[in-house]
């Protein structure tokens, strides 16, 4: 197989016969959420390992660079309102390699299963009869906070995290319930929502959470590129618009939100570095 890196604009599902399946099979890999030193040992063996690997938008690209020369690299990547492929799509491309023989390695961002469609893309790889196996990665709802100096739980502040999306109303899940998020408690951890932020405090505070709880957006977390912007549940929208944050981003809202002021460490280290060069 010749070494290339595909950005793929197949519009069917149409492929060359099968060959007879002997070995094909699929690694569904977590890359972590973008220092390239956050993915894990397992994910980064099977990397190495793979003729094909289908790659998200939100992966470090560096780790692109572990691949065998002559893997082929297909860019598969979302981003609000520009999909390079549609799911069923990504879904098809997997099941095809994988008929054809080859070891599938598809990288995605975070954890696959934390808001990754990792759920989808393995029960159309099980519907196929195609051999799978999931390698967990770090999740950005938990190792972006602790870049950023917060963390998720702490015994002195909340024993509970809440984990939701911020795009809302754009499959076909249930709606989140935000009335119900309300009244938890705790902290609560909304991925990929920067877009929605006014939207979401607002009805946050609707229905009766604290509109001053400390709250945090922190964009492009565990890279260089990572800020954070400060506020109460009231006010971290506007700051955030204010500060020009886009995606990729989450938010942070609650009492542990108060610990980054003698926690951040990231942003200190990366100041250090920029002082020794």
Known sequence: MDAKITHETTTNNVFPPIINNQRGRVYL??????????????????????????YDRLICTEL??????????????????????AQEQINALLIYHAQHNYIVARLKGGDPFVFGRGGEEAQALADAHIPFEI????????????????????????????????????SASPAVNWEALAALGGTLVILMGVKALPHFTQKLIAHGMDARLPAAVIQE??????????GTLATIAERALKEGLSSPALTIIGSVVTTREALAWYEQQIKEVRVQT
């Open 29 to 54: 890999i977590g890359a972590g959420p973008g220092d390239p030193e956050l993915i894990t040992l397992k994910g980064l063996r099977y990397l190495r390992s793979a003729d094909v690997i289908l």
């Open 64 to 85: 692109l660079a572990e691949a065998r020369p002559d893997a082929e690299l297909i860019f598969v990547g979302k981003e609000p309102g520009c999909h390079s492929l």
């Open 135 to 170: 390698v967990p990665g770090i999740s950005s709802a938990i190792a972006v906070p602790a870049y950023a100096g917060i963390p998720v739980t702490h015994r002195e502040y909340t024993s509970s995290v809440t984990i939701v999306t911020g795009h809302e109303g754009r």
């Open 221 to 230: 977390g565990t890279t260089p590129r990572q800020r954070v912007v400060m």
